[in-house]
């Protein structure tokens, strides 16, 4: 069910300037909060999670083996954005598990590159259209200037990341094995200036970022005892950024307190 809308949520979601999606479920309660869950919006670091899912596809299927060594060279290092091998010297040998989990936990923009190279994109547009993410496509390496140059981009919304996570929970995402070693990754994640913000220590929260020019993102599992919810916030064109991450914070706080109160 569609849950109503209380007015300081209807006001988050419709800011002065730029665009607010909303997808969210509390598991146990079936309430959901939907807004502009269908607008496609640049996925920025959000992508990552589709990839982190067609990786351990690919581990699972044998093609991949996620303790084989991969060598950094000194090229791959060469990258804008945000991650920690850039900053480190080549010859460094990190696992493909490695790499996906520097893909989450600090958004590293050289392991996702890595591991997209690996797999392939077209590989990992074939996951995201199998687990019918309609509204999810990737069409460029990360921080790839001339791709973007060309008009390429990576594009999601906040009702497909909203299902991703939810297989996610449930443990469905490729498989259980797989479910629960990507949301132990997510529940590593270091970026908590959005959706764990406004949260008290004994709420947990397993979540993804995303932010480059003018959008702003956080999806992630937040858990407290009894009750999980599952949250998608998207933003674009919210001046200025301070604004929109407080924004996604005061809406994951608001919905834990109302999931909280129908548990």
């Known amino acids: 069910m569609t849950t109503d809308f209380p007015p300081q949520l209807v006001e988050l979601l419709n800011p002065p300037t730029g665009v607010v999606a909303l997808a969210a479920r509390h598991l146990e309660s079936g309430r959901t909060w939907r807004h502009n869950e269908h607008v496609v919006i640049p996925s920025a670091s959000l992508i990552k999670l589709p990839i982190l899912a067609a990786f351990w596809a690919a581990v699972e299927a044998g093609r991949v083996d996620p303790n084989e060594r991969v060598t950094l060279a000194a ?12 900053a480190l010297s080549p010859g460094l040998q990190p ?10 936990t600090v958004s590293d923009n050289v392991a996702t590159n890595l591991i997209i190279d690996r797999l392939g994109m ?20 990360m921080m790839d200037r001339a791709a973007m140059s060309a008009g390429r981009g990576n594009w999601t919304s906040a009702a497909d990341m909203d299902a ?4 996610i929970a449930a443990e469905t ?3 259980g094995g797989a479910s629960r070693e ?6 590593a994640q270091q970026i908590q200036d959005r959706l764990p913000r406004r949260l008290d220590e004994s709420v947990r929260v397993a979540n993804k970022t995303g932010n480059f020019a003018d959008v702003i993102h956080d999806a992630g599992i937040v858990m407290w005892p009894g009750g999980t919810l599952v949250i998608a ?10 604004r929109a991450m407080d924004t996604i914070a005061d809406i994951d706080a608001m919905l834990v307190q109302k999931s909280t109160e129908s548990s």
């Open 122 to 141: 077209e590989t990992i547009q074939a996951w995201i259209d199998k687990a019918a993410l309609a509204e999810t496509r990737i069409e460029r390496r």
């Open 233 to 242: 916030v998207l933003t674009r064109g919210i001046r200025s950024a301070w």
């Open 75 to 86: 090229e791959a290092l060469r990258l804008e954005g945000t991650g920690v091998l850039k």
């Open 95 to 104: 696992t493909w598990s490695d790499l996906a989990t520097l893909m989450i």
């Open 182 to 187: 990507m949301r132990r990754v997510l529940g």
């Open 173 to 175: 995402c490729v498989s």
């Open 164 to 167: 991703l996570l939810s297989a």
